[in-house]
């Protein structure tokens, strides 16, 4: 049977719609690795056919640095979202590890990311693995052998390919938009849960 391009391009979103109505999980739009994840994005990269290769080469260079495993996301779900920011726990954040994990393709001061690798999926994973809400670990501030994995890379913008630009560290440590603890209440997240 010939291909359908716009067609299945098109189904994803039509799907993520009904799903929206009712109220449920959209259903997946692949699985990598027991993976499964949800495309809801318009950002250039995410149409690419190795969108999958990469997320897979991207979760793995984060599992190698933080020694965790597929295993660890077994069952989660990635959502790549296009919105501004993602809902983690009661908050608005570029990226949520509560079980599944939740990033947004967008970069609030540089606009859309070219690239899956310049997301905060790394970081999203680390917390997948460490937990480490807060960001205690010194690893974090020693993720050069990450940038080294995945830079190099071709982006995707809206006029064709462009850097993909990845910056190690902390991947915007979101722990300093967390309410400094005399400010309120901490929000309840589930264990391991972090942003
Ligand atoms: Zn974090």
Redesign the pocket.
């Given at each position: 049977m010939p291909p359908l391009p716009l067609r299945s391009a098109l189904l994803p979103l039509v799907a993520a719609a009904l799903a929206a109505c009712d109220g449920t999980a959209p259903a997946p739009d692949f699985q990598v690795r027991g993976l499964d994840v949800v495309v809801a994005t318009d950002a250039p990269f995410a149409r690419r056919p190795d969108l999958a290769a990469r997320i897979e080469s991207t979760v793995q260079a984060s599992l190698d640095y933080w020694g965790g495993g597929w295993e660890q996301l077994a069952g989660a779900t990635l959502t790549l979202s296009g919105a501004d920011a993602v809902p983690c726990a009661g908050q608005s954040s570029l990226?949520c590890w509560d079980g599944d994990l939740r990033i947004t393709t967008r970069d609030p001061g540089a606009g859309t990311f070219s690239c899956v690798e310049a997301t905060?999926l790394v970081?999203?994973v680390?917390?997948a693995v460490i937990g480490?809400?807060y960001?205690t670990d010194p690893r974090w501030m020693q993720m050069e052998p990450v940038q080294a994995a995945l830079s190099g890379r071709v982006g995707y913008g809206s006029a064709g390919e462009e850097p993909c630009v990845v910056v190690a560290g902390?991947?915007r440590?979101?722990?300093e938009r967390l309410p400094a603890p005399q400010a309120g209440p901490v929000p309840v997240e589930p264990a391991g849960a972090?942003?």
């Open positions: 990226g905060v970081h999203e680390a917390h480490d809400r960001h902390v991947w440590h979101p722990a972090g942003n």
